[in-house]
């Protein structure tokens, strides 16, 4: 097994790209491939993704690659594609703010930024997770910790939040299970 800075340049050969602290990928429908998204030390935003699904690649895009009105600097991103094969893409920034960001058609151009706190998402996860048709972001206020989730309709956002789920094994008291509004 190669060293680990052996690997490192290794994995910055790959067409050419950045050093990424953070990454996550979804596979993408219509005729592209997977896309991946990473994340530099100081917060910059880059993607590339499959021009055909098993094909060659497209060239690292930097931060502007779904237009303007992006986050500044990003903290956490995740991706799912949806059952309507498009992608959508959420980004915690330095503030903790939650943006969105999803394709227009399976495979094709993305939507202007949603952001920041998307969804009246309040400000302060600190961690985000997403799986067709489900986001998770995880918040720590205090001792409590736990997962809010987004489900996502088909082909579009619900707007309802469920419940605040509270981690087995946390050590809080026990909280009734509480529904947001609809917004």
């Known amino acids: 097994m190669p060293a680990p800075n052996a690997r490192t340049k290794a994995a910055a050969r790959w067409w050419n790209a950045p050093t990424l602290d953070k990454l996550t990928a979804s596979q993408q429908g219509g005729s ?28 690292w895009m930097g931060k502007d690659w779904a237009g303007p009105g992006y986050p500044p600097q990003v903290y956490e991103l995740a991706a799912a594609q949806q059952n309507n094969g498009c992608v959508q893409f959420w980004a915690l920034d330095m503030k903790l703010q939650l943006w969105t960001t999803g394709q227009t058609s399976p495979g094709g151009n993305w939507s202007p930024w949603s952001g920041p706190n998307w969804n009246k998402a309040r400000a302060g996860m600190k961690r985000i997770a997403a799986s067709q048709q489900d986001v998770r972001f995880s918040s720590v206020r205090g001792h409590r910790r736990g997962w809010r989730r987004h489900s996502l309709g088909f082909g579009g956002m619900r707007t309802s939040i469920a419940a605040f789920y509270r981690p087995r094994g946390c050590g809080c008291s026990p909280r009734k299970r509480r529904d947001v509004p609809s917004v």
Do not use: K, M, P
């Open 32 to 59: 592209r491939g997977a896309q991946l998204w990473g994340v530099q030390y100081n917060g910059a935003l880059h993607t590339i993704y499959q021009v055909t699904a098993g094909g060659g690649w497209s060239s």
